[in-house]
């Protein structure tokens, strides 16, 4: 996510934490999140769990 998505993302954050936010706003501010979280998810690898980790030492 880039830097303006980002700043935007904060901006929309404080208004609704601030109760200042439109239904736009909300919705805008909806879409970003799921983005970053996504973007997030993407990033990590994922873990193994202790049962795959016990067959693989077994």
Do not use: C, W
């Amino acid at each position: 996510m880039d830097g303006k998505k980002v700043s935007r993302l904060s901006l929309l954050f404080e208004k609704m934490v601030s109760e200042q936010a439109n239904l736009n706003e909300q919705f805008e501010l909806q879409l970003l999140y799921d983005e970053f979280i996504e973007e997030g998810r993407a990033e990590v690898r994922p873990i193994k769990s202790n049962t795959q980790r016990r067959l693989q030492l077994a």
